[in-house]
């Protein structure tokens, strides 16, 4: 886990649906990333400002002020097919990929954290990852909200 030193030390936050929402990806981090040499999980905590959280998501509409907590999750599962990527958070929707039939869940876990981001005025996206090389979640949070 790499935290930035910028990171305050207190954040005034629902800390039930953040604890929720980081607990969502980092055990489907761990259920989707086999054992073995070379598997790894990461997780960094930083905060950015409104320029570096457009830039990081372009495709939506970021407050010009203040500033944001960044958190992202990586792995180096199997990965998410592009065309996948936002079927995933949809209700009850389940990656199912070959080799991956044994991993239990409802499918309701991304959905779920995509919710209480936005009802936190955030963002939860997957990253753009070559499929086959790991899966990428990022989750952007006002400081102010």
């Not at 990461?42 to 509409?61: G, H, I, N, T």
């Not at 203040?66 to 929707?93: C, H, K, W």
């Not at 499918?107 to 936005?118: D, E, K, Q, V």
Request: glycine share 8%; net charge negative; proline share 7%.
């Amino acid at each position: 886990m790499n935290v930035a030193k910028d990171i305050p030390e207190y954040v005034i936050c629902d800390e039930l649906a953040l604890s929720r929402i980081v607990n969502n990806l980092m055990s489907n981090a761990v259920k989707y990333t086999p054992g073995g040499p070379g598997a790894r999980i990461w997780a960094s905590l930083s905060v950015v400002d409104a320029e570096q959280a457009a830039s990081l998501f372009p495709s939506r509409m970021i407050s010009p002020a203040g500033d944001f907590m960044l958190l992202s999750v990586a792995d180096t599962g199997p990965g998410i097919p592009e065309n996948m990527r936002q079927e995933i958070f949809e209700r009850y929707r389940r990656l199912d990929l070959p080799g991956q039939e044994k991993e239990f869940g409802s499918g309701i876990g991304l959905y779920y954290a995509r919710r209480l981001a936005t009802l936190h005025h955030g963002i939860l996206e997957a990253c753009d990852s070559p499929f086959g090389h790991g899966s990428c979640f990022r989750l952007l949070l006002p400081m102010d909200a």
